[in-house]
């Protein structure tokens, strides 16, 4: 099959998808279970591999990193006695601690810089003119700011479901001819299907073929159609099902 590199901007480095895996799982951030976090680190960025798209060095670092962590976790934590019995004992500093001191710097950095997206919207909106109904524009913000919530990480996510479900994690035993999709000529196809369903269509069922090529071109598909805002995604809450719809007037 072809490699097809989609960039989205929504991937920011791997300290922001740890963010998102922290408030996914809703984790405290000042104690991290750093074995659970890991699997599911090494989880994004198995299926990051499986849709060959590009990892950056700094993600493979960061698995090196919570690796590291993880097993220093797993040795027995040793103490030294004070020779003065009203003394503590002292122990061990955290192997986390340098983890969580860059994750919560971050952090501050993610929400000063979501702060002043803000307000650089509400500034886009003063003009130097007399008052005017705005009331279609507001729906229509509000309607983009509500499909923003849906992001990459949470399409991988519903990726991981679908392919557990159609058991294409392990490879197959057997080798066949297959023909080659062009994404183009999925792209094609699954914007005909949206316009001709005229409605929100659920996530999975664009991948109606059981197939792991068909199943990585689709999903690249969908990148691409977000890319060029020809589609909505849109959610519900959190871990709901994801629905896909196409933009009005495409």
């Known amino acids: ?35 659970e976090i890991t699997e599911q680190y090494l989880i994004f960025i198995h299926t990051m591999k499986e849709l060959e798209l590009d990892i950056a060095s700094e993600y493979l670092v960061m698995a090196a990193t919570l690796l590291a962590i993880k097993s220093k976790m797993l040795l027995p934590k040793h103490e030294e006695e004070a020779f003065d019995e009203d003394m503590t004992l002292e122990m061990e500093e955290d192997p986390r601690d340098e983890l969580v001191e860059r994750l919560v710097e971050y952090r501050k950095f993610k929400e000063a810089a979501e702060d002043l997206k803000e307000l650089e919207h509400e500034r886009s909106l003063m003009y130097t003119k007399p008052p005017s109904d705005l009331t279609e524009i507001t729906k229509e913000t ?20 679908l392919m557990r479900r159609k058991k294409l994690q392990k490879p197959l035993s057997t080798r066949i001819t297959r023909q080659e999709i062009p994404i183009e000529m999925r792209i094609n196809e ?8 005229k409605g929100k269509k659920s996530f999975n069922d664009l991948f109606s073929v059981s197939n792991r090529e068909h199943v990585v071109v689709t999903f690249l598909a969908i990148l691409e159609l977000i890319k060029r805002r020809d589609i909505h995604v849109t959610q519900e809450m959190n871990f709901s099902e994801i629905f896909v719809e196409a933009t009005e007037g495409i």
């Open 1 to 35: 099959m072809q490699h097809y590199n989609v960039k989205i901007d929504a991937f920011e480095g791997p300290l922001d998808l740890l963010l998102h895996l922290i408030n996914r799982l809703e984790i405290d951030i000042y104690d991290i279970p750093v074995a």
């Open 142 to 161: 509000k309607s983009e700011k509500a499909n923003l919530e849906v992001s990459l990480y949470d399409m991988l996510g519903a990726l991981q479901k």
């Open 190 to 197: 699954i914007m005909k299907e949206l316009k001709g369903f």
